[in-house]
Nanobody, 123 residues
Framework: QVQLVESGGGLVQAGGSLRLSCTTS????????MGWFRQAPGKEREFVAA????????SYADSVKGRFTISRDNAKNTVYLQMDSLKPEDTAVYYC????????????????WGQGTLVTVST
């Protein structure tokens, strides 16, 4: 059973920073592309960022481009999301997800999901 566990969420003021982590039990982590998605109250889950299996390619939603950075450490089976210049509209539950090899931006393309971590950005 593959498990993904997110951490690092919390309450931060607008303009502040948080770093989310997602550690997975998948045995061949380096074979998986990893993505971050988020879901705000009353809204659908949306793509935030993704990184390819070796980390050579990344993709970002326009709304976070230039503010968020995704990275991975295959030796630690962990993917990170550094979030800077946070805005109140970034408030959401953030989920990490895994799929084989290639980056995708649709949630339906991902095989494994974590339980999510709440990020709240206050004004």
């Amino acid at each position: 059973q593959v498990q993904l566990v997110e951490s690092g969420g919390g309450l931060v003021q607008a303009g502040g920073s948080l770093r989310l982590s997602c550690t997975t039990s998948v045995r061949t982590f380096s074979n998986y592309a990893m993505g971050w998605f988020r879901q705000a109250p009353g809204k659908e889950r949306e793509f935030v960022a993704a990184i390819s299996w070796l980390g050579g390619s990344t993709s970002y939603a326009d709304s976070v481009k230039g503010r968020f950075t995704i990275s991975r450490d295959n030796a630690k089976n962990t993917v990170y999301l550094q979030m800077d210049s946070l805005k109140p509209e970034d408030t959401a539950v953030y989920y990490c997800a895994a799929r084989p090899l290639l980056i995708k931006t649709l949630a339906t393309e991902y095989n494994y999901w974590g339980q999510g971590t709440l990020v709240t950005v206050s004004t």
